[in-house]
């Protein structure tokens, strides 16, 4: 029951932080920590040639680095207390999850684009999506919303927390670097094209089970078969080898259909449809999402702790 605790608690203290307070403005991160070490490197490094192995050569020492660091954290936390291993880690455990950042922020765009019109609107989701907002229409914005909460709840939520059930706290980090190194280089453009493609690459990888766990838990969550549905027909149509199974089963879940060409850093991507009714998007849905998103994280948390319960015992 003493190993139970050092996994579940830091697991079950962290998920309640994240529900209370999320990600507060200003606070110490360490996702800004590897964004800073990433832009630094890329910065002395994203020039002549060999570009792909400078790339591959950056990713893999900032993982490896990350895991190491985490890992000799646990150790001496543990040298010191073993009870200090579970404060430490619950905080690791809240900094990995970004439910309810995630959720607050499409939320508040579907409430300023309500209150405030589509300008505003525009300007509150490009804090959020990688898209050219600028010519999108209301339905586009609360469309974007959708595709990206339920595509961040597998990078930002269920991903994390299954790396954490894997290898603890250093999995769960490490898992955030490979994401944070795909968001800032992971790019097909003639900057990152080569220097970024083993850092596109890894980060699919590592999603390809935590985007289909995703997708099952929101079917088991909702009982939607049109969910499952959608996850097989549409899941694999998506330009990403794992995003499209949340955001497929989510269009499934609300019976709409998302996807379609946008511009992504002054290219038209000409994404396919995922889908079949486009209807309009009503301004209340974002809570029905919302829901969704947290009882999925929620039954992440539970599934961990019940496994890694049912290990020790009979395992």
Request: one cysteine or more; glycine letters at 10%.
């Amino acid at each position: 029951m003493e190993a139970l605790a050092f996994f579940a608690l830091p697991l079950v203290l962290g998920y309640v932080l994240d529900l209370l307070v999320g990600d507060p403005d200003n606070w110490p991160h360490p996702v800004r920590v590897f964004g800073s070490s990433i832009a630094w490197a890329e910065r002395l490094l994203n020039r002549g040639g060999l570009r792909f192995w400078k790339g591959a050569a950056l990713a893999s020492t900032l993982c490896a680095l990350t895991y190491l660091f985490f890992s000799s954290l646990d150790w001496l936390t543990w040298a010191v207390h073993p009870g200090l291993v579970i404060g430490v880690n619950s905080l690791w455990v809240w900094y990995g999850l970004a439910n309810h950042s995630l959720i607050k922020e499409g939320n508040d765009v579907f409430r300023v684009l309500d209150q405030e019109g589509v300008e505003a609107g525009r300007r509150q989701l490009a804090r959020i999506v990688g898209r050219d907002t600028s010519r999108l229409s209301p339905q586009q914005i609360r469309i974007a919303v959708l595709e990206t909460m339920s595509e961040n709840l597998s990078d930002g939520v269920i991903a994390p927390l299954f790396f954490y059930g894997l290898a603890g706290v250093p999995g769960m980090m490490t898992y955030k670097m490979i994401n944070t190194l795909d968001s800032m280089i992971g790019y097909r453009s003639d900057r990152y094209e080569q220097f970024g493609k083993f850092s596109a690459r890894l980060d699919d990888i590592a999603n390809v089970i935590p985007a289909r766990l995703t997708a099952l838990l929101m079917i088991l969550v909702t009982g939607s078969s049109r969910g499952l549905r959608f996850a097989i027909r549409f899941g694999n149509r998506h330009k990403s080898p794992n995003a499209g199974y949340p955001e497929a089963t989510l269009a499934g879940i609300l019976n709409c259909r998302f996807g379609g060409p946008n511009v992504y850093h002054g290219v038209l991507v000409d994404k396919p449809y995922i889908g079949e009714q486009d209807r309009p998007i009503r301004p209340d849905e974002s809570q029905r999402v919302s829901r969704i998103n947290h009882r999925t994280c929620l039954l992440m948390v539970a599934g961990l702790v019940g496994f890694d319960y049912l290990l020790r015992v009979y395992g």
